[in-house]
């Protein structure tokens, strides 16, 4: 029977334990991918396909990549959803006896990248799902810096989704038999890898780390994300942080398609480098600001004395122009730390991350000096700096150490004896050599002798052919090796200095990678303090961005009210950058008597840009950074809603108009009277009278049930006249003025309502066909005079408010399966249930 080489059989045997897996398989200087795994990896990275023998009559399919370069094609691979198992040689082939022993040192998957990660600015996350009947439990984690949060989320395939996409979670990590049902739910998410994984029993070194969870479905979740991280990862994770219990009520709510409307992270079109909120205010001097910056931004506050918290650190620094600048310096200089001691706990550090790790700890001291008067900055005066370590590294390495730590030659002279007399030994051993062979030349008389040194032979002594004849016999040289043009020799004396320096040599390399271990051990001992150190920076690197941008915009410090939303001459903080006409600014008011605002004016008159302008002005507020606007008063919003633009549709396979109606029941759904709903020409999707219908109903259940506070433009006219009816509906309109059929924006945002729409004007503008005009001009003469009226029910609209918060708890009665349950389970579920609906009754 044909049999496989043994090498393949490793192979095979790793293989079977890793089927969801790309083996990367370490043959000498390549990677090896054999069988399917060759063909994908070929296809995918642009490799060459070839074969192997492996003992069986067909050659086996294979490709490879070189070692040194592996990195790349990992984050290519991973980057497109693949995981890859790293299988390496567990021993020196040079010393190996037969087969030489491999094993998987580590699996790279989308969501727990490290070393392989692409943008040193963004985050990638790995979220571990329970499902628990009548909620998921999840766990968030992101490896390269160790940060982990736990939180709930309401068992449904649409928030789940919204979840994944709006934390950037590229995996999601399920015990086998997740219900199918969601499991497609994220394959519609391209961007998302599934991965399985057994609960098994976690190790101690984890223990202290899940007792911080105290919730049992959480906790399983955490531990399910443990397990998944010990059996891809491989090693001791020092770098995991202390777990974060998240609630979605601490933030401001935004749904996923509302950060993409409004541009805070990603441009709405994906390919434009067009300006974000992000991008805007990223003024920070390290990636860690930037990192933590974004993270304000997709979760604005809630709570008020934390907003005034920042605000006060944001307008020290505006007002003292020094010390921003000398901290913008000092911030300047610092590295990327939060990713820094990450590498050192996880054993992936290398002499250059500790270099850097030592230039950002000499930096701290002089930026807390900056702060020593500052009360607002109180909290970090006692902070501890880890002098004694910076000390520690301090001058612990050459100038430029090397990128490995295998091949020595990273420590500076003076760090340790022991190491230093085994250099100079080296050093000794090497100056013999040449003096030695300007002795063999001198006595040999042949002057184009020399010295060499190739890994096989050692040290030798090398003549050219034809002056091979005039060695000698006395001169005592063996013959170890023929070349074309010259004779290759070795003396006893020679082999004699070798192995003291090859000694010296391979003591040293071995003592460096002693003392190296050893330094990273030392500095995980100060994890928890530079972990805090890390977050400080970076707290400072964010307070500067968004000090020094709102003090050269001439920005204001909101003030906040219990209802009241006043926004006196306000700006769009980007379009009023880069817009090459003057930027007009527009005040808002908007209180219980004028709770929704109902825009008309033509197209391209600045409707849109005025209702974004108020939802980043609040936005911005509610960071805690100061606004475009002369005064700015508001109430906190606890939830934003938009629907404004064609947005692309992420989740796929649904049309515009399906897209747009199910952003506005979100908002319908979800909007309290403390919330801020922006609804850019609803209902524009489908015919005019459906349309109208559409939007007016949605206005009269905003201002009857919700009374959230509501900026909605539209073209139907008609709905203008809601105001009689409504009270809280107010009508403004954007300026235009119009010439002999021209028209001019004024981007004025005034009172009362449009007296006309100007389609056929700014259609103009684009230069249709003058008979086109003329023929749409008269159709609306025509279309005007049988004018079409708004049906208001007499006066006054009557409307019920769905049940909200109770229908959640009877949802979630009727979703559980009470045969999946264990007993405690259900006692648990009772009691989350009775204390929701008391929660329910008390709103
Ligand atoms: N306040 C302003 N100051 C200066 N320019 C402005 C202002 N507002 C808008 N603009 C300019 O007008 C352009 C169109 O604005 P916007 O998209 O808000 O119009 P719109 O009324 O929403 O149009 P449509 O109904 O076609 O969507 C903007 O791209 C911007 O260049």
Redesign the pocket.
Known sequence: MEQYTPMMQQYLEVKKNYQDALVFYRLGDFYEMFFEDAKIASCELDLVLTGRNAGVKDRVPMCGVPFHAVTGYIQRLVQKGYKVAIVEQMEDPALAKGLVKRDVIKVVTPGTVIDELFDERSSIYLAAVVDYQYGFALSICEMSTGETTVTHIPRNILHLQQTLLKNNIREIVVKEGFDEKFIRGVRDLSAVAISYCAEDQIGEEYLPLCEEVSDGAQREAYGLMLNYLIETQKRMMHHLQTVEIENENDVLYMDFSTQQNLELVVPLRTQSKSETLWSFLDRCQSAMGSRLLKKWIERPLVDKKKILFRQDRIEYLMKNYLVREDLKDKLNQIYDMERLIARVAYGSANAIDCQRLQKTLSQVPEILALFQDAPVFQEYRDIDCCLSLTELLDGAFVENPPVSVKEGGMFAEGFSEQLDEYRSAQKEGKTWILQQENYERERTGIKTLKIGYNRVFGYYIEVSKGAAAQVKEEYGYVRKQTLTNAERYITSELKEKEDAILHAEERSIRLETELFANLLEQIRSYLPKLQKLALMLANMDVYYALSSISADNGYVRPLFTEDELKIEEG??PI??KI?T??????SLAMDKENQILIIT??????????M??VALIILMAQIGCFVPAKKCEMPIFDKIFTRI?ASDDILSGQSTFMVEMTEANNALSQATEHSLILF??IGRGTSTYDGMALAQAMIEYIAVCIHAKTLF?T?YHELTSLDESLPVVKNVH?EVHEDNGHVT?M??VKKGKADRSYGIN?ARLAQLPEAVLERAGDLLAEYESKKRVVQQSLGIVEMVKAPVKEQGVLDKLEMVDPNQLSPIQALQMIMDLQQELKEAQKA
């Open positions: 700006r769009h379009l009023e817009s006409n003057r930027y007009v600014s527009n004016g033509p197209n391209m008159g600045g409707k849109s840009t005025y974004r302008q633009g850019d020409e433009s073209h954007v924006f981007y004025r700014v």
